[in-house]
């Protein structure tokens, strides 16, 4: 009888898991404010105080498809195991895992032109410790882009979010480049390329 | 310390501040600003400054002071970071490299975000039944043009009743009222405000609070204050006194709320 009950306890849990595993790619996957991605507060309120169990177990499933869950802190990030207050803050989104071969990015609806101007602007702002001025980053695209294709770009970027602009006219990186983009390893590539 | 000084100490400290702005708005290198030959400098200056504005230079001025050091301790925190990269190296690597290359490199880091839109049966099912319920447009958003009414005559009572006319003249009420306040008065010569303005409804009280004020304003009668006793009385002039414009004159404010009309009426009834 132990065993039995044992075996129904534990297809209760898994059947628990089940349900807000498919909950929490439900919140994740599809967009429901003006940003993508959920809050820590939110993903509290629909799965429980224990979500960042559901959703490591959810980035464990996505792994075979080389997705995973990336977690975007307000403010710095933690520098050790972050607290459920700080979770709780902070944003998740659903990224892929892996890179994406250039020629894909096209029917994501990104030039070649496009993605080189964004590389450059937050490679530039890296160099300039998380701040730059934006004329200093459109006199370095324009030395390569076009002039007008540096003012739409440089649109294109803040309104998606990889940079943010403050009223003195200075470039910080946005909460998109902090989701998407490893910037470590992008300076690291960068460098890493011959003269 | 003399006027000449001092002007010229307001503008080294301005010249200070324009510096310490520059570090956080423009980007300056913070170790440009010698921090310590300025505290030195405020220091100096501090005993000498007594007007309010001159105190809110000095305050300003440590201020940005504050936000030039914590602009320097975020650059050695960067710079124990591992994100931290020679500027002039990376800008002649980005320089070097082709736009195919930096779209190649940069891709290999990039992971953008999934994100999904699609519409429900539920959601469509909602959206049709609010779409059945909407008024139309031309409904909506008719313009209404202005009334057309036939023209009339009308009473002066008419006007009296619509209370766009007053059947008095606002100074015939005003000594009217005074006149009440000589006869509540009596001998006794004074009366505690609230047993003057006080009515049995809230909105009468709140007219006569009112016209109280102007008796006070306009010289027909005088308030006389007890605060420790918490007590307000009200003393009418015999005859309104005009020199008292001649005269500096305070506001008192007094508060006629209906809590405190509710207090009084209960006391009253007591």
Same mark, same amino acid.
Do not use: C, I, N
């Given at each position: 009888m132990d065993e039995m009950e044992r075996g129904e306890t534990k297809m209760t849990r898994k059947a628990y898991y089940a349900r807000k595993i498919k909950r929490a790619t439900q919140l994740l996957f599809?967009?429901?404010?003006?940003?993508p991605g959920v809050k820590g507060w939110e993903l509290k309120n629909a799965l429980g105080s224990d979500y960042p169990k559901i959703l490591k177990v959810l980035d464990d499933h996505l792994e075979k498809l080389d997705l995973q869950v990336k977690t975007v802190f307000e403010g710095e990030e933690p520098a050790g195991k972050p607290t459920l207050e700080e979770l709780n803050k902070a944003r998740f989104f659903i990224t892929l895992r892996g890179g994406l071969p250039s020629k894909d990015a096209k029917m994501m609806g990104w030039r070649i032109d496009d993605i080189a101007g964004l590389a450059t602007a937050i490679s530039y702002i890296i160099s300039k410790k998380g701040k730059a001025p934006r004329e200093e980053v459109e006199d370095l695209l324009r030395s390569k882009l076009p002039g007008w294709r540096v003012d739409i770009n440089m649109n294109r970027y803040i309104r998606s979010g990889y940079l943010a602009e403050d009223e003195n006219e200075q470039l910080y990186l946005d909460w998109r480049t902090r989701a998407e983009v490893d910037q470590k390893a992008l300076v690291d590539l960068l460098l890493g390329t011959e003269s | 310390m003399s006027n000449k000084e001092k002007k010229l100490s307001s503008e080294r400290l301005q010249r200070v501040i324009e510096l310490c702005k520059s570090v956080e +708005?423009?980007? $300056? @290198?913070?170790?440009? $600003?010698d921090v310590d030959d300025i505290i030195a400098t405020l220091q100096k200056y501090f005993p000498e400054w007594e007007s309010t504005e001159e105190m809110a230079l000095d305050a300003e001025a440590v201020q940005y002071l504050a936000s030039v050091i914590q602009n320097q301790g975020d650059w050695v925190k960067h710079r124990s970071t /591992? %994100?931290?990269?020679?500027p002039f190296l990376l800008e002649e690597k980005i320089q070097r490299l082709c736009k195919e290359e930096l779209a190649t490199l940069f891709t290999t880091v990039w992971n953008p975000i999934i994100e999904l839109e699609q519409i429900s049966i539920a959601s469509l099912a909602e959206a049709l039944r609010y779409w059945n319920e909407l008024v139309p447009i031309s409904e909506r958003w008719q313009k209404n043009g202005p009334l057309q009414v036939a023209a009339g005559a009308t009473t002066w009572e008419e006007l009296v009743r619509l209370k766009i006319?007053? +059947?008095?003249t606002f100074l015939e009420e005003l000594e009217a009222f005074w006149k009440e306040l000589k006869q509540k008065v009596g001998e006794n010569e004074k009366i505690l405000y609230w047993d003057f303005v006080?009515? @049995?409804?809230y909105s009468e009280t709140i007219d006569r609070a009112y016209l109280t004020s102007f008796l006070v304003t306009y010289g027909y009668a005088t308030l006389e204050l007890h605060p420790l006793e918490e007590e307000i009385f009200i003393k009418p002039f015999t005859k309104p006194k005009? +020199? %008292? /414009? @001649?005269k500096r004159m305070i506001s008192v404010p007094i508060s006629v709320s209906s809590e405190e009309w509710m207090k009084w009426k209960e006391g009253r009834q007591r």
């Open positions: 599809y967009k429901r404010h003006m940003k | +708005e423009r980007g $300056v @290198d913070p170790f440009a $600003v /591992s %994100l931290y990269t020679d006319l007053a +059947e008095k006080g009515a @049995d409804t005009s +020199e %008292l /414009s @001649d």
